[in-house]
């Protein structure tokens, strides 16, 4: 009782903090004709609730795919209408066509924001709540604990409640999705895992080991017995959702290959706007959108990304296991991220949540990570004028994490889940015995050039030759950050899986 009791307070804390984030600025306030993500959603509401179907994805003189053009899977869609028929109910000249563009008043934000809170109560938050009380073999306290670090991170709270935008109903889909196949519900983690793709189509980062851990499980059983049977329960169960989230779209040829055009836009290039993956953050010394053709850049990211990748999901196949599975999700989504074709900043979301989801493992470099993921997406967050939220979110955040876990204690080989990899190290160097000190140090270098950075950013202004020096510079230091957690967790993968001392099961 003690438990659910504390939980909800948790939960109450992370709902505050979300709420009082809402109160500030959002994408493209005041600033036409395009304005921001905020509109593109309001825009959404607009077309999805006054068009017909067939239309939703079209250009046309009531559609104009220039301004906020529907460029998500069909769930977002329905999910768009659904919040347009309570506007309509509420204030119909929030979504009337053509007049609503560009609409702002405090009722109307009040009705946005509230939207996003619903969504994050109704998927997202039981979700963090479900997985933190299944977590096996650590105390009820480190549970309660681990649950406030993960509804407190200020990427997400930043994104959706401050720029705007509903990222916790794909990452809540697919943190259920992670909960069924680690309990072994399969089907149902599948379902809840295609619900997260047909809502946002960059989940498909978390694609490759969700596919590589199923079927390891398909290969465990024998796929001459259950395990074949198994395999084709779930081949039906993902066909079956697929077709009930596209059935409008199914109608004629053309719709379905509109849509997918409109969800895999190659057209718009290597990257956009400052984000801190390798093509962007080198582009000053390298240009290699200038220098090669489009479909080369795409065929040399799609090479670059499957080979980044292709370890971990070997060794996930073959081993399957849910710590196995959990640092896949980080590895891989990581490397769609720094490697992959037309990656924006948010997409570091998709990394950060299956990071959360190995706080209580390895809560010293879980808690680096979601810090400098965080300040990623800076130069965004300045723009959306969010400075203020942003530093306050972080230091709750850090604070949470200091005083839950002790993080500065667990920095040893062991706690880092290092020690197989440090072994075999010494086996060809016996004097490399100061793994977790240059771990620490590099931890020191990071913060400390983090908040310089910010500090810098905020006070002065950039030569009028190089208007986004400090833009690029938070760019390009948070990539050699993630280059390096890159590293780090495929070394976990590779080198222990299973021997770890903080082995922890889900119930």
Not at 109 to 127: E, G
Not at 206 to 217: N, Q, R, V, Y
Not at 364 to 385: A, N, R
């Amino acid at each position: 009782m003690e438990k659910w009791y504390l939980m909800t307070i948790v939960v109450l804390i992370g709902l505050t903090v979300r709420w009082t984030v809402s109160l500030n600025s959002y994408s493209g306030a005041g600033k036409p004709p395009m304005f921001g993500d905020y509109e593109a959603q309001r825009h959404w509401q607009e077309i999805t609730f006054n068009l017909p179907v067939k239309q939703w994805y079209f250009n046309s003189s009531d559609n104009n795919l220039q301004y906020w053009g529907l460029d998500y899977p069909p769930l977002t869609a329905y999910h768009s209408l659904l919040c347009a028929y309570v506007a309509k109910f509420i204030n119909p000249d929030w979504i009337a066509l053509h007049t609503s563009r560009g609409y702002e008043s405090q009722a109307h934000k009040l009705f946005m924001r509230s939207t996003v809170l619903i969504a994050d109560l109704l998927i997202y938050i039981p979700a963090v709540v479900l997985y933190c009380c299944c977590l096996k073999e650590i105390s009820t306290k480190k549970k309660i604990a681990n649950a406030l670090c993960i509804l407190l991170y200020p990427g997400l709270i930043l994104i959706d409640y401050g720029h705007f935008q509903y990222n916790s109903v794909s990452l809540g889909f697919a943190l259920w999705g992670v909960l069924g196949v680690s309990c072994d519900w399969d089907l149902l983690g599948s379902l809840a895992f295609c619900l997260a793709i047909n809502y946002k189509q960059m989940e498909l980062y978390h694609s490759l080991p969700f596919f590589c851990f199923l079927l390891g499980k398909c290969f465990k059983k024998g796929l001459k017995g259950k395990g074949f049977v198994l395999l084709v329960k779930l081949a039906c169960t993902v066909v079956a959702s697929f077709i009930l989230c596209w059935l409008p779209f199914f109608t004629e040829r053309e719709q379905t290959l509109q849509v997918l055009r409109r969800l895999f836009p190659v057209d718009r290039g290597l990257f956009e706007d400052k984000v801190a993956n390798i093509w962007c953050s080198f582009s000053v010394l390298l240009k290699i959108k200038d220098i090669l053709p489009r479909h080369i850049q795409l065929i040399m990211s799609f090479c670059v990304t499957f080979l980044s990748l292709l370890p971990a999901c070997i060794k996930l196949t073959l081993q399957p296991s849910s710590k196995g599975f959990k640092f896949t999700l980080v590895s891989c989504a990581l490397s769609f991220f720094l490697f992959s074709f037309q990656v924006h900043e948010k997409s570091i979301l998709l990394v950060s949540l299956p990071v959360c989801l190995v706080l209580s493992d390895i809560p010293f470099m879980s808690t680096w990570f979601l810090l400098v993921s965080t300040f990623s997406m800076l130069p965004l967050l300045l723009k959306d004028e969010l400075l203020m939220p942003s530093v306050a979110t972080t230091m709750a955040f850090f604070i949470a994490c200091v005083t839950s876990f002790s993080i500065f204690e667990k920095t040893s080989e062991e706690e880092l889940q290092l020690k197989s990899f440090s072994i075999s190290v010494r086996k060809y160097l016996p004097c490399f015995t100061f793994l977790s000190r240059i771990i620490q140090y590099l931890f020191l270098i990071s913060v400390i050039t983090m908040v310089l950075l910010t500090l810098m950013t905020v006070t002065l202004d950039p030569p009028q030759k190089l208007p986004d020096l400090f833009s690029l510079l938070v760019c390009f230091v948070s990539c050699l950050n993630f280059l390096f957690f890159l590293v780090y967790f495929n070394i976990i993968i590779m080198w222990d899986s299973k021997n770890g001392r903080n082995q922890k099961k889900i119930s």
